[in-house]
Every structure is written in C-alpha cells, then in structure tokens.
C-alpha cells in the first residue's frame, strides 16, 4: 500500500517521519486532511511567498517594494485553510509582524548579489527509491563568483551553531545543487532566519557540507524509506502535539 501511495520521497516527509512516524502515515500514506492550519505554519507559508516573489522580480529585473511583498503575504495567507491560532496571535498581529519582517528583509538586501535560481526544482535518483523531489529557496552569486544556497526559515530564537550544522534541509539542497550542475565543494549553504523577536532582524548563518555529510543524508534517507515500506509508524510525544492537525486521529490510534 505505501509503495502505492508514496510516488516521490521529499525532505519534508523525511523530517516528518523524523519528528513522528505516526504523523507521517496520517499525512503521506493515509492522506487524512488536516483538522487545521497552524497560524504559525500559515505564517511561515506567507512570509516565504513573499520572500520568493521579492527575489523572482529581482531575477527578472524589477524587485517587489516592501509594500508590494506584504500584499504576497496577505493573497498567501488568505489561502490557507482553517487557521487556528496559538501563543495568544490573531491575524492583526500577525499582519502587524509580517510588515515588519518584510522591512527587515528588505534592509539585508545586498544589491550587489546576483540572484541564479529562486524556487528551483531538483530530482535526485536513489537507487531502489522513489525519485527525492526538492526546491532550492535560492541560489545567488557574490561578486567573486561563490554561489550560494539559502533557505529561509522564521524562528523565535537564533539558532545555534550546532542547528546549523545538523540542519538536514541544508544538506538536502547541496545535493540538489550538485544535480543542478554545481560543485558541491565549493558551495555555500546560507540559513536566513526572521527572528520573531521583540524587535524583529534577519540573521544570515552561512555553513558548508563535506562530501560525508551527503552521503550520510543519502543514508538516512534509506533508513527512512525502509521503515516506510515496514510501516513502522508509531507516535512521539513532544512538545509540537499541542499544535498537530492530526491529534485526534493519534488519540483514536
């Protein structure tokens, strides 16, 4: 049956049968529609449109005013389904932090970047696996000709070394950028962080992945799709339930 279901494997299901194997059935193999969108998943979802269409206009040589970027944010946010808000946020104040993380982003532009690709789709080959399917935030030139991958993420707190480091979306992006045609050794990976702080900033966290890094993604990646195919689902109890859209399909587990 998941054989049947799963016709490409993503990072997104990766690090969702990561943080719950039993969330991942509900989600890819059972295809349950959520019970709701989480404000902040909604959030997130909105603030990178508009983010991807500030860079995809500047690509094509007239980038998006701030203003122009939170009409993005609002025809995304619009979008969403069954918005259930958490952390005491409604969608004033969320329009109200939105505004002000464009203009942050809009600040740590640097004009003389060179934008290559936004959103660009790869498909990796994996032997015995569905094909691995990924789109690259953007990949962008500095003047001396270093191409860097960024993804852009919203948090709470600045994340660590460590975090940044460890993080697999990162890692999944340098093998998708060596599909593309990019030497993997000489890129870099860049995550920019909006940070929903009492006064909002952008940090830019640059880090690099060694050729074992790739193949210990690849790894992982296998190890996945064998529980997958086992369907070894089962539930973890963390802090990221009180937000799940799948709860009471876990409790009726």
């Known amino acids: 049956m998941t054989q049947q279901t799963i016709d490409h494997l993503s990072y997104s299901q990766i690090n969702c ?20 969108t989480a404000s902040s998943l909604a959030f997130g979802s909105a603030i990178h449109e508009a983010v991807a269409a ?3 206009t500047r690509l094509e040589g007239d980038a998006l005013r701030p203003d122009q ?6 025809d995304s946010w619009g979008q969403a389904e069954s918005v259930k808000f958490f952390n005491g946020d409604n969608e004033e104040t969320l329009v109200n932090r939105a505004e002000q993380f ?3 982003f809009c600040d740590a532009v640097d004009p003389s970047i060179q934008v290559l690709g936004v959103e660009e789709f790869f498909e990796l080959s994996l032997e015995g696996l569905p ?35 460890n993080n697999l979306q990162l890692t999944a992006y340098a093998l998708g950028a060596e599909a593309l045609g990019f030497e993997p050794d000489g890129l870099n990976l860049r995550l920019d962080v909006l940070l929903k702080s009492k006064t909002p900033e952008m940090v830019k966290l640059e880090t690099a992945r060694t050729i074992e890094d790739r193949h210990r993604f690849i790894r992982l990646v296998y190890g996945v ?22 709860a009471a399909d876990c409790h009726q587990w």
């Not at 049968?17 to 709701?36: E, G, M, N, S, V």
Request: with cysteine.
């Open 17 to 36: 049968y990561l943080t719950c194997p039993l969330r991942y059935k509900f989600q890819y193999a059972d295809k349950i529609p959520p019970a709701f």
């Open 54 to 56: 500030f860079y995809q």
């Open 69 to 74: 970027m939170l009409d993005v944010y609002r």
């Open 102 to 104: 464009v203009h942050v």
């Open 131 to 165: 094909p691995f399917h990924g789109y690259i935030d953007l990949i962008e030139q500095s003047a001396d000709g270093m191409a860097t991958v960024a993804d852009l993420k919203t948090a709470s707190k600045k994340p660590s070394s460590a975090n940044v480091q």
């Open 225 to 246: 799709w064998n529980g997958i195919e086992r369907e070894v689902f089962f539930p973890r109890q963390d802090w990221t339930c009180s937000q799940c859209a799948w």
